[in-house]
């Protein structure tokens, strides 16, 4: 600070230069927070298929090839394409394909735990994490991601 000072009552200019020095892209994250609200019985049974589904999806599966040392096999890539009236929505940038890192459930989003007459609650919030599987570049963003 002592010698910025100096430089500046001196008459010198300052560097307005600054070198940011580029170690790589990180990929993109996308969170989705879905409030469901089953109407009735019927409709909480396609619910919680839903939440299984999702869960079941963004699992690693267990390949143990003649007993030797299991390996993982990778989850399931999601394609996520927004629509606004029958097309897709092209006013946000689009998404790449991704890995869905994280599924959160909560079972009591109002701070009350209530339930239809077959234990399934009556709503829930449910919360995604996405990751693209690919680094944005300049190509991509050209073709709207």
Do not use: W
């Not at 019927?42 to 919680?48: F, P």
């Not at 963004?58 to 394609?79: C, H, K, R, Y």
């Amino acid at each position: 600070n002592v010698a910025l000072k100096t430089f500046q009552l001196a008459g010198y200019p300052i560097n307005p230069k600054l070198e940011v020095l580029f170690s790589g892209t990180p990929q993109r994250q996308f969170n989705m927070e879905l409030l469901l609200a089953p109407k009735n019985e019927t409709e909480s049974y396609t619910v919680k298929n839903i939440i299984d589904t999702l869960r079941y999806h963004a699992a690693p599966e267990i390949d143990n090839v003649a007993g030797l040392a299991p390996t993982f096999i990778p989850p399931s890539e999601f394609d996520i394409t927004f629509y606004h009236k029958g097309q897709e929505n092209t006013k946000i940038p689009r998404i790449n394909t991704c890995a869905l890192e994280r599924v959160e459930v909560d079972y009591a989003p109002s701070g009350v735990y209530s339930t239809f007459t077959n234990g399934y609650p009556v709503t829930m919030v449910l919360r995604l994490a996405f990751r693209e599987l690919e680094i944005l570049h300049k190509m991509r963003v050209q073709q709207g991601f």
